[in-house]
């Protein structure tokens, strides 16, 4: 519920409510501790870590936002760390797919793949590339920006139903 209510206002407000992703991680650190003592607790506090761990870097490239990198550490809140893996793999695949149909859909392949050359060079060269090129900050008005909790939902969704396959 957590990641479909965020993917809906995110596609609505294109923000993620800090009070929505403050819920879920409350929920997750509470329903694990419950459920399994101290170790359902440090479970949580892992999954939150690994989370933010991936998603910190990619906040302070300005390539995700802050809503983005807080939604997942409320999904390893609820999840741990294994699950929370799985989801964000399953995540960066749904990602790359929603952005390719975007970048095609919208004629910027050639932009696109320029962009990622000038990406990797400024990476290389230990700068952030939003610097040198304000299209590539996420916060910026002109950037091409995709609400990245659709595939975050659409990831859980996926683990979820693998793990669990309905069997009527």
Known sequence: ??????????????????WLVLAGLLAGLAVNTWLAGWSGLRLSGL????A?????????LRAMGAGDAKLMAAVGA???????????FATALVGGVLALLFVVSKGRVRTTLSNVAFMLRELACFR???ARNPELDVRDARAARLPHSVSVAV???????????YRG
Do not use: E, K
């Not at 609820?78 to 964000?88: E, Q």
């Open 1 to 18: 519920m957590l990641v479909l209510a965020a993917a809906v206002f995110d596609l609505r407000y294109r923000r993620i409510p800090n």
């Open 155 to 165: 990831g859980c969704i996926i683990v979820v139903l693998s793990a669990h396959p």
């Open 52 to 60: 933010f761990l991936v998603y910190i870097p990619l906040y302070a």
């Open 78 to 88: 609820l999840t741990g760390p294994g699950p929370w893996l799985l989801i964000f």
């Open 47 to 50: 999954g939150i870590g690994l």
């Open 128 to 130: 952030p590339p939003y």
